[in-house]
């Protein structure tokens, strides 16, 4: 990567950077841009018979149908009773 194309992204996404700082964002990207290149040599086709190799069906359980929980019995600590739990806020 060159420095003529680190200082218009920087300005593009309106940082600020030292001259200093700059030759390290330089010699960052460029090791950056070098890892993601490798990936390209990686072989990403997908084959189902590779790729469920360990799966046997016949090692599964049966998927047999069983009854709920009734929701009275579900709801009978909530809070609010319009059959919704009412959770605290984490987010502001």
Do not use: G, W
Request: aromatic content about 6%; glycine content about 0%; proline content about 4%.
């Amino acid at each position: 990567m060159e420095l003529e194309m680190v200082k218009y992204l920087s300005k593009l996404a309106k940082l600020s950077y030292t001259d200093e700082e700059l030759e390290q964002a330089v010699k960052d990207m460029t090791s950056i841009i070098e890892i993601m290149d490798t990936i390209k040599d990686i072989d990403v086709t997908y084959d189902p018979y590779k790729d469920n190799h360990n799966v046997y069906l016949e090692d599964l359980r049966e998927d047999v149908a069983q009854p709920s929980l009734p929701t009275d019995k579900l709801l009978q600590n909530a809070v609010n009773q319009d059959n919704c739990f009412v959770v605290p806020k984490v987010v502001e």
